[in-house]
């Protein structure tokens, strides 16, 4: 059966097909509306259902509270129409999201640092690719495969994009970079698809927590060189978090981007440090908590592991008093 669905405000309209997640549906017309794990964990889908029916489907414990679901809200990740619907989800902001193309990169630079791949694409002249800070593209593989990686670069970088790749055993397109028989190279080609998410700073005034683990860092990456560019002076603190001190693995460009900016602050935190780490020990979540315990006025924008993110989300809203609709999150799931 197919269904129509209406998004508020701009009265945009995409079809689902029998008993597809509303999310998939909107993806597949095109739209790109919140969402981050899409596995039912994140909340970042949450919408509120104005009319029609839906079937919720079994994740909903873990991202809507009892009062979220009462009161309509979804998520589109892991719900499905039984009928004509309409919907109001925050963070949509119509059709001004950049367009998401299809399109051929080539690689211009690949560096290696420990395992971790920074690879720098040429991007084609025209038209000039355009997205949002925190956004993330697909690198398109054989077999209708993909994998996800956020953008580093800045916006205002139309002829380059920067992406953070960690090696992953027997990852698809890791292994392609760092394998002995590596068949990515320099001038290589790849396609990709984007940008993709709506994991991106928000237009307020408000002071930012960015919390990173492992290559999250890429995404805080391109907010931060953003905020360089637009003269951004808002307060912002950043915590980025590994195990040990090789896995961060640009410290020094953290450091440098954080002080180009006039009121920032960089917290770069381990959880086993080795030799003689003198900086903080835990995790970044932990260390927020504990330098801010009163977060009403704050936005966070948190970018890494689920773990991390699903104990940050509780943590910050239960003990910090961050209202719900202020963290941001970008999760990164291994790929199955
Ligand atoms: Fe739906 Fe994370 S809960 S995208």
């Known amino acids: 059966m197919t269904y129509t669905v209406i998004l508020a405000p701009d009265q945009a309209v995409f079809t689902t097909n029998n008993n597809e997640p509303i999310l998939i549906a909107a993806k597949r017309h095109g739209f790109n509306l919140p969402n981050s794990c899409q596995n039912g964990i994140c909340g970042q889908c949450k919408a509120e259902v104005l009319n029609g029916n839906v079937k919720q489907g079994p994740h909903a414990e873990m991202a809507l509270s009892k009062e979220e679901q009462k009161k309509g809200k979804i998520l589109m990740c892991c719900s499905t129409a039984e009928s004509n619907i309409e919907l109001k989800v925050p963070g949509y902001n119509g059709r001004n999201t950049p367009p998401v193309k299809t399109f051929p990169a080539r690689i211009s630079n690949i560096h290696r640092i420990h395992d971790v791949v920074i690879i720098t694409l040429a991007l084609p002249k025209a038209p000039p690719f355009a997205f949002w800070p925190g956004q993330y593209i697909d690198v398109l593989l054989k077999d209708s495969n993909s994998r996800s990686y956020s953008i580093a670069s800045s916006p205002s970088r139309t002829d380059v994009m920067e992406l953070h790749v960690r090696y992953?055993?027997?990852?698809?397109?890791?292994?392609?970079?760092?394998?002995?028989?590596?068949?990515?190279?320099?001038?290589?080609?790849?396609?990709?698809?984007?940008?993709?998410?709506?994991?991106?700073?928000?237009?307020?005034?408000?002071?930012?927590?960015?919390?990173?683990?492992?290559?999250?860092?890429?995404?805080?990456?391109?907010?931060?060189?953003?905020?360089?560019?637009?003269?951004?002076?808002?307060?912002?603190?950043?915590?980025?978090?590994?195990?040990?001190?090789?896995?961060?693995?640009?410290?020094?460009?953290?450091?440098?981007?954080?002080?180009?900016?006039?009121?920032?602050?960089?917290?770069?935190?381990?959880?086993?440090?080795?030799?003689?780490?003198?900086?903080?020990?835990?995790?970044?979540?932990?260390?927020?908590?504990?330098?801010?315990?009163?977060?009403?006025?704050?936005?966070?924008?948190?970018?890494?592991?689920?773990?991390?993110?699903?104990?940050?989300?509780?943590?910050?809203?239960?003990?910090?008093?961050?209202?719900?609709?202020?963290?941001?999150?970008?999760?990164?799931?291994?790929?199955?």
Not at 314 to 336: G, I, R, T
């Open 168 to 336: 992953r055993e027997g990852g698809l397109f890791s292994e392609l970079l760092f394998s002995e028989k590596a068949v990515l190279k320099e001038k290589s080609i790849l396609r990709i698809r984007g940008p993709l998410g709506t994991f991106t700073l928000k237009n307020t005034k408000k002071p930012i927590i960015l919390l990173a683990t492992g290559t999250g860092f890429a995404p805080i990456a391109s907010i931060l060189r953003s905020m360089i560019i637009n003269g951004d002076k808002r307060s912002v603190h950043f915590y980025w978090g590994a195990r040990t001190e090789t896995d961060l693995y640009q410290l020094q460009t953290a450091a440098d981007l954080i002080s180009q900016l006039p009121q920032a602050r960089f917290t770069p935190v381990l959880s086993r440090p080795q030799n003689n780490w003198k900086g903080a020990i835990g995790y970044v979540q932990d260390l927020a908590a504990k330098d801010y315990p009163d977060l009403h006025a704050y936005e966070v924008y948190a970018c890494g592991s689920a773990a991390m993110i699903t104990d940050a989300k509780k943590l910050l809203e239960e003990k910090c008093k961050l209202p719900s609709e202020a963290f941001f999150s970008d999760v990164f799931l291994p790929a199955s």
